[in-house]
């Protein structure tokens, strides 16, 4: 019997997000090489990013650093449990972080997602009212 | 009235209170009322609803959160906090 452990079987694609905030002052080119870096670790994991979303400017909930604002950029994709090892270590490394994440994506999550975006509309609800 | 039918009225009253209860238990929370399949991190807006004034994760008894959703949702005001997104205690407070 196989063991079931948090990275999952050997070998075993699954998808995951990551979540960086870097410190906005530091300018756009150096935000958007971070972003590419962080696909080539992924690439080199055998990791395919399915996703990126740009998030922004926003304003942190408290202070780091003595920073009130972070660059949002979050990046959805699927591999084996070795790119998570990849990407913090590469996180750690690099400056101007200031904050990092990466998550599994439940199944579950993803249908909510969906769900967010496309509101299902209720049919017969409103027969019921009339009934 | 034979033994039979008396089983038969117990059941029936049984499965009415069961009945009261589930509908008393499933009322309040509201992740069920809107058929959340889990709840995102992301939510900022939504997730501060469930925390106190000063940031604080409010208990089930107080929110009626199901045991199910709250365990969705206290990893995901986690996460956002450690994100920035939430504060782990407020400016008032601080
Ligand atoms: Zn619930």
Redesign the pocket.
């Known amino acids: 019997m196989s063991k079931k452990t948090r990275k999952g079987l050997p070998g075993q694609l699954r998808s995951y997000e990551t979540v960086v905030v870097v410190d906005p002052q530091i300018g756009d080119d150096v935000i958007k090489s971070i972003v590419e870096k962080t696909k080539e670790v992924i690439a080199s994991n055998n990791g395919t990013v399915t996703k990126v979303e740009d998030w922004g400017k926003r304003k942190l909930a408290y202070i780091i650093d003595k920073k009130t604002y972070g660059h949002y950029t979050c990046i959805e994709f699927d591999g084996p449990g070795e790119v998570v090892k990849g990407l913090t270590d590469y996180y750690h490394i690099s400056e101007n972080i200031l904050r990092h994440i990466t998550l599994l994506i439940d199944s579950r999550l993803r249908e909510e997602r969906k769900r967010e975006k496309a509101p299902a509309k209720e049919p017969g609800s409103q027969d019921e009212m009339f009934v | 009235m034979n033994a039979r039918e008396l089983k038969e009225r117990r059941d029936k009253r049984k499965d009415q209170r069961n009945q009261k209860n589930a509908a008393l238990k499933?009322k309040n929370?509201?992740?069920?009322?809107d058929k959340?399949f889990f709840v995102d991190y992301r939510d900022t807006k939504r997730l501060s609803k469930f925390t106190s004034e000063q940031g604080r994760i409010l208990t089930r008894r107080t929110s009626g959160?199901?045991?199910?959703?709250?365990r969705q949702l206290v990893n995901a005001i986690k996460h956002a906090r450690h994100l920035a997104m939430l504060t782990f205690v407020s400016d008032m407070t601080r």
């Open positions: 499933h929370c509201p992740f069920c009322e959340t959160v199901c045991a199910l959703h709250q």
